[in-house]
């Protein structure tokens, strides 16, 4: 069964981190790009940041670009994304992706199999 996994969302204050983690099963990340979405309450689900199998990215939501890095490591076959300085308006449930491509997608039709999603809180 090919599925994706999230983990290590939680409740954080204005300005801390969080490391979210994608582990995958049932597949190999070498034949994958990966994503990372969020939607906010009352908003639309929105692609934050996509890697490739080879470790290229692409970043598609400006307000992140230099807070949120995305990576992967093969051998744990785990895609993370790491969020720092975070913001009330990170605020969302993130969700990761897989897409059988070797390129990345902000567009979430490309992508077949969702995880269930964890829960980022940023409040003071």
């Known amino acids: 069964q090919l599925q994706v996994v999230e983990s290590g969302g939680g409740l954080v204050q204005p300005g801390g981190s969080l490391r979210l983690s994608c582990l995958a099963s049932?597949?190999?990340?070498?034949?994958?790009?990966i994503g990372w979405f969020r939607q906010a309450p009352g908003k639309e689900r929105e692609g934050v940041s996509c890697?490739?199998?080879?470790?290229?990215?692409?970043t598609y939501v400006d307000s992140v670009k230099g807070r949120f890095t995305i990576s992967r490591d093969n051998a744990k076959n785990t895609v993370y994304l790491q969020m720092n300085s975070l913001k009330p308006e990170d605020t969302a449930v993130y969700y990761c992706?897989?897409?059988?491509?070797?390129?990345?997608?902000?567009?979430?039709?490309?992508?077949?199999?969702w995880g269930q999603g964890t829960q980022v809180t940023v409040s003071s």
């Open positions: 992706a897989a897409n059988r491509a070797y390129y990345c997608s902000g567009h979430q039709w490309s992508y077949k199999h």
């Open positions: 049932g597949f190999s990340l070498d034949d994958y790009s």
């Open positions: 890697i490739t199998n080879t470790g290229g990215t692409n």
